[in-house]
């Protein structure tokens, strides 16, 4: 693509590069710090290492005045983020360390004021290592290897060829006391989530010392037992009710592989490639590969990536005036149901397994269409540095529709623009799960934020009494009913940071317009619009109204547009508009209060990054970061706003979801979209459009 | 395109060739009828004459044996509804003519099944000529010349060159005892819609000679007057108070042009083409032009067309099975809401115009992308016959993102499927509104049925208290408050027509898991599914759950697929799944009652094709078609079932509606989607499409 002109020479949100983190990597190793640290793929539980080494966003002052001035004010001070997980405490601390580049400067503090408790319990920490389980699963599986043979036909051993694999449940803690997991035991075939076997062990893992990690609990078939010598019992003697035989257990497992189920089948012209977006006299979008920065018609941005979240968007701007100073996803949710003590006790926050660390290369063609142009991404963990070559895309392509049309007989009132859309793309991978994360910018100043998700369900095992927990996909495969939950972070700035929070309602009212008289009686039946400013942040936790009937508004209340209304934007509920369903389980208590809600809006804090953090995940009764605590009753009128918008997805699994769940029902969106923002419509400047003569 | 290959060698829904209408007008006029015809173009309003001619569609039995086993089966009993004006009544009537071709046999026959009235006034009679309005205006207008030249700087005398043009607003009766509208003088510049000027006259339009029409009231700035002289009166003598001077009127009126503002503005890279869709290896969807026959890697399905409505789609295909008979829009309102007479009288039901009828040819590259196909459409009205080739277009696209796709470490799990979407569209323009039907076919077997809506607002005359009724556009204009509400009749047939209704929700529920104990507590929250079979029509006029936890879904209770999960689809919402806000307000009592609900589930009948009539406009009070009395407690277990879907949008009028509204926020949708209908997603079956060895 052509070479962008970013407003400012530097990208002051980029991640770090290989080199920053090499070099805070080796600052870290001096001695004169007392650190201690061993290298992160060598390390025990009990020692100290590095898990992280990230960016940390600047102050926005600081970042606004270079941005705007970039010439004659100096770059914000650099400083990196690093987690250690003290191993020999144990307890995890986050550190600034900065300034960047290291030089004698350079010092590292810890960071706290963005955590609502005093410590990070080591029990929640991350990026637990496969292998550090090992141990434990040779001690309680090998001694079960005939039974389970016997019972599922497959076995564990702790050996490549383990023909059984353990998935864990999640949370492991409530408040860091304790780290213990439901495994779940899975044929080891392609697609495993959806091979349950019913096999069920209640594993603690507390401690660093993982010889002294035991099984407290076994359950199968919906008995439970307190070790593996009482199921042995229960087995041999024959008080154990088994399941009913399974024959398909031990049929041909490639129903859950990607394959195609009957390579001779054939739609027709499917032979035939599809069709394929091509700009004939070259992108229209400019990329700068160095700095991250993006523009297209009018539209420009930054990029910035990290472990926690993947991709961020930055000081979004369209015709010259900044829309958005941060859009970037926060946490991911998904809380299951189910008969069984995995489904039933599992709340995944995916923010713990890293939505950038899990990003993979993007399947070209396919991923993104040919055009697409690929943006690498680099993030650190304990076990060393990732960079993924394919991990953002870009590419614009014709929505199909004209953005505006009409077809009218007065001269100049025929016509259409191109609804053309530029779309920037990130995949995360968790597991079984695949979130592609899409930001799709538009002509007329219009932003869609949509997730669209696929990959493969975490399964159960079906029987008749599932009944009500999701529905089966194969003879005794089940998805398993649950909830998507996903924030954004959106700041945006209405004409500088001083903005208000507008509602809107619709409701009918009944009024006298006498001149009417008896056709149609002087009362008026009608719709009329409440539009009233949401002043305290404690009446910000916002769902949709009512048949949609209303919405909400970031605006600035001392800024308007000819017309003499408050110039803003809107945040547009698109597809799947929901919030999560369970409210007050013990799983998902405190660590995830925003998914109660469609949005909600509070004033913008350097101590509020973020709506969540990794460690939530283990701390649902005291989380790391207590997003109830951002609304704290402080006014909301003309002051520098953040909203927190969710999307989602009730998921009720269905055959249709095997292999992979489809990205066109499995999606959710919100649109950023200009509210009197401007005079007009402003794509009636495109030059792409017609104007004809009524015939 | 290639040549496609229907399951039968006739589309039994297709429109009347010109032939057809030809020698059926031909017939009616052999005085052997009695029918004492005037030629539309020559009728009084006092003569007879024929107002429609259209194809009526076979008795569904009839047709599905014929498309079952054409060879051996005889097509259908071809007939046509004809309306009739009996101007010498006055009244209207319906009438089925046939068998066609026209012969001896030939014979016309009262419809009168299908309505729910025993007359159909002609006071609801369709397609006011603007001429017959002439010699009124005249009457009324050219007196006031003076007047409004000083007040607005126009006037109107019926003339070519008028200054001043008239809309009216709806309806213009209640049960049909009288023709009375509301008219809004606007400028008559190009987007006049957009220039009212404040000046409201009620005009009476009853009986068939217009020279007894007559000016009932005039309403300026609040004021409201017996008439012409009344008015004159009160200008002269100074009481009349006058609106503030509106410089704003008199200037440029070009903004409501679809000019671009500023010739020499022109974002980075605009000039360049933008990318176009290309199927290097030739189109893939088949297209019998003939029969008006659609097919496209699986999907296969007729159209029809006819002046109410226009596009339809028929006996709907996917891997050889019927998914859906009859796919349907039926009736399209808008409610408006303002301080003025007209806005705050007026709801449009677009049927009335003819939305088949309203279509107009399409803009090749704009309205539809480079590589579409169009297909022709011919509509008979009391004029003539209207031939518009580019009536419907048919393109396919890249989605942008894969159907499903996962990145994973096991063989044959890490690939990926292209999503391709085969369009089928049309557009009417009724007058002021652009609407852009859109089927969206999708290779899982999901249909996406969009709306999207351009065009321009009606527009009132924006003063401070109009605050509440829509927002300024310019100085003294406004866009006025309204709702969409659009009906479809989806007549799924799930493996047969005898289907059940199921109505799924989730809600939390507390069970006792004994496993879980000390961490978690043995209570565990979480969701849970319900589905039950909706038995009776009268509980069929759904709305969606709260928080869309649920839906609703058409099975097949007697046939379930492999995993024994009963077999359908899901209609799931999509864009803005809203209803009309506003009930019982008299102008829309009880002729669209389908609009108080999101969906409505009935008992098919061939006495209940459709949910609407065009006369319903003008007949709140006592409908032609009522909705509501399909629902007469019926059962609706394993029948044959409609779907009757809503789709909207509350349409809060912005400075970015003008010069047109923009389709991307002005867009509503649901899907039709397999639930549980495969025994998997049959999309991984697609050719095009990726694995991978997980790197
Ligand atoms: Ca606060
Ligand atoms: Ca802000
Ligand atoms: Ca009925
Ligand atoms: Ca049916
Ligand atoms: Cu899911
Ligand atoms: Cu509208």
Redesign the pocket.
């Known amino acids: 693509p052509l070479v962008a002109q970013p407003p400012a020479p530097a990208n002051v949100w980029a991640p770090l590069t290989v080199e920053e983190i090499a070099s805070i990597q080796k600052w870290l190793d001096e001695p004169a710090l007392g650190l201690n640290l061993t290298r992160g793929d060598q390390a025990t539980l009990s020692d100290n290492h590095i898990f992280l080494i990230d960016a940390y966003q600047p102050p926005k002052a600081e970042a606004l005045a270079y941005i705007e001035n970039p010439s004659s004010t100096p770059r914000p001070t650099k400083y990196a983020r690093v987690t250690i997980h003290h191993g020999t405490v144990p307890v995890i601390k986050d550190y600034l360390v900065g300034p960047l580049p290291i030089s004698s400067k350079s010092n590292m503090t810890e960071l706290t004021e963005v955590y609502h408790r005093d410590d990070i319990p080591y029990h929640a920490r991350g990026a637990m290592v496969a292998a550090e389980l090992t141990p434990l699963v040779q001690k309680i599986m090998v001694p079960l290897a005939d039974v389970t043979e016997e019972l599922f036909g497959a076995s564990a051993r702790g050996l490549p060829n383990d023909t059984l694999l353990a998935g864990a449940g999640g949370p492991w803690s409530f408040d860091g006391t304790f780290r213990r997991a439901w495994l779940s035991w899975r044929r080891n075939v392609a697609g495993p989530w959806l091979h349950p076997v019913n096999f069920f062990q209640y594993i603690d893992m507390s401690g660093t010392d993982p010889a002294q990690w035991k099984l407290l609990k076994i359950v199968y078939n919906h008995q439970a037992f307190d070790g593996v010598e009482d199921f042995l019992e229960a087995f041999h003697n024959g008080t154990l009710k088994r399941l009913p035989e399974r024959p398909d257990q031990r049929k041909d497992p490639s129903w859950s592989t990607r394959k195609r189920p009957d390579p001779d089948y054939r739609r027709d012209l499917d032979h035939l490639p599809g069709p394929r977006s091509v700009s004939f006299a070259g992108l229209r979008f400019r990329v700068d590969r160095e700095l991250q920065y993006v523009s297209w018609l009018g539209w420009g941005l930054y990029l910035g990536f990290n472990r926690d979240m993947g991709l961020s968007l930055w000081d979004i701007r369209f015709r010259g005036e900044r829309l958005i100073y941060e859009l970037a996803p926060q946490e991911a949710i998904a809380q299951y149901a189910g008969n069984d003590p995995m489904q039933s006790t599992t709340a995944w926050l995916d923010r713990f397994f890293g939505m950038g660390g899990s990003v993979r290369d993007m399947m070209p063609g396919y991923d993104c269409p040919h055009e697409a142009v690929y943006l690498p991404a680099t993030t650190h963990s304990g076990i060393g540095i990732i960079k993924r070559d394919r991990a953002i895309c870009i590419f614009e392509q014709d929505s199909g529709r004209p953005i505006t049309r009409h077809t009218g007989y007065s001269k100049d009132e025929f016509g259409a623009v191109k609804g053309y859309v530029l779309t920037i793309r990130s995949i995360s991978t968790v597991g079984n799960y695949d979130y592609c994360f899409d930001y799709m910018f538009q002509v007329d100043g219009t932003i869609e934020v949509r997730l669209s998700a696929s990959g493969y369900l975490q399964g159960g095992y079906w029987e008749p009494k599932q009944e009500g927990y999701g529905a089966p996909i194969r003879e005794t495969s089940m998805g398993s009913l649950h909830d998507h939950v996903i924030n954004y972070k959106v700041d945006l700035d209405m004409v500088g940071t001083k903005n208000s929070l507008l509602q809107t309602t619709t409701a009918t009212e009944e009024v006298e317009h006498p001149w009417i008289e008896e056709d149609w009686g002087s009362k008026v039946i009608q719709q009329k619009i409440s539009r009233t400013y949401i002043e305290n942040?404690d009446d910000a936790l916002l769902k949709y109204p009512h048949n949609f009937q209303g919405g909400y508004a970031i605006v600035n209340k001392e800024e308007t547009n000819t017309w003499g209304t408050v110039r803003g934007y809107a945040i547009h509920p698109g597809y799947s508009p929901v919030y999560n369903t369970v409210v007050g389980s013990k799983r998902l208590l405190n660590n995830a209060n925003w998914a109660r809600y469609n949005l909600a809006v509070?004033?913008r804090?350097e101590t509020?990054p973020t709506s969540s953090s990794m460690w939530n995940q283990h701390l649902p009764g005291a989380p790391v970061v207590d997003f109830h605590?951002?609304?704290?009753?402080?006014n909301i009128t003309q002051e520098d706003l953040v909203a927190w918008v969710n999307i989602g997805m009730h998921h009720l699994p269905q055959a249709e979801d095997v292999p992979n769940t489809r990205t066109n029902l499995a999606a959710s969106s919100f649109f950023l979209t200009p509210l009197n923002y401007f005079d007009t419509d402003v794509s009636i400047e495109s030059i792409n459009a017609v104007i004809l003569t009524a015939p």
Not at 629 to 634: A, T
């Open positions: 942040e509070s004033r804090k509020e605590k951002f609304f704290d009753s402080e």
